[in-house]
T-cell receptor, first 113, second 112 residues
Framework: NAGVTQTPKFRILKIGQSMTLQCTQD?????MYWYRQDPGMGLKLIYY???????DKGEVPNGYNVSRSTTEDFPLRLELAAPSQTSVYFC????????????FGQGTRLTVV | QKEVEQDPGPLSVPEGAIVSLNCTYS??????FMWYRQYSRKGPELLMY??SSGNKEDGRFTAQVDKSSKYISLFIRDSQPSDSATYLC????????????WGAGTKLIIKP
């Protein structure tokens, strides 16, 4: 049982480049989330999804986009990367609403230079 | 001022000690409280989840919520070197289904 899988694990981007962070889960969870984690700060919710075809903004959505075409996959798109997007990104899923029992992936460390 | 405060540590204790980790918060509307453990370069994993006030125990771990003081605690009994990690608290109000507010985490080191 793989759980939540994120790719890539590490990436260096140049300012202005774009990329997609991949996230897939095999637990058949309807609810999925993208977070960023910065040093000395709590996790911040970027986007979330309550099911295939349904997404909504979290606390810090600017500069990001998401899609949810299947239950399993929830990719995060960064357009025109900026140094402020240097962070560790985590994808998570949960079996029910309320976000009280989330399963996290291993994270993607992104550096924008 | 952050909505949720955690001492970043590191907190270093000898193996076998009882560990107390704490979070304070300012929003009296928070009703759901979670503790996550995060090993270095890994994703967080859920340890405990409590609703409203009171205690909850799971093996060596006990979560405590004091809503009157806006203070939550995680106690670890018989601490092991494998408990060395960063502990994150998270909480949310009743009327928000998805927006958790997270503490920045306390780094715990258990010395053999």
């Amino acid at each position: 049982n793989a759980g939540v899988t994120q790719t890539p694990k590490f990436r260096i981007l140049k300012i202005g480049q774009s990329m997609t962070l991949q996230c897939t889960q095999d637990m058949n969870h309807n609810y999925m989330y993208w977070y960023r984690q910065d040093p000395g700060m709590g996790l911040k919710l970027i986007y979330y999804s309550v099911g295939a075809g349904i997404t909504d903004k979290g606390e810090v959505p600017n500069g990001y986009n998401v899609s949810r075409s299947t239950t399993e996959d929830f990719p995060l798109r960064l357009e025109l990367a900026a140094p402020s997007q240097t962070s560790v990104y985590f994808c998570a899923s949960s079996p029910r609403g309320g976000n009280t029992e989330a399963f996290f992936g291993q994270g993607t460390r992104l550096t924008v230079v | 001022q952050k909505e949720v405060e955690q001492d970043p540590g590191p907190l270093s204790v000898p193996e076998g000690a009882i560990v107390s980790l704490n979070c304070t918060y300012s929003n009296s509307a928070f009703q759901y409280f979670m503790w996550y453990r995060q090993y270095s370069r890994k994703g967080p994993e859920l340890l405990m989840y409590t609703y409203s006030s009171g205690n909850k125990e799971d093996g060596r771990f006990t979560a405590q919520v004091d809503k009157s003081s806006k203070y939550i605690s995680l106690f670890i009994r018989d601490s092991q070197p494998s408990d060395s990690a960063t502990y994150l608290c998270a909480m949310r109000p009743m009327d928000s289904n998805y927006q958790l507010i997270w503490g920045a985490g306390t780094k715990l080191i258990i010395k053999p």
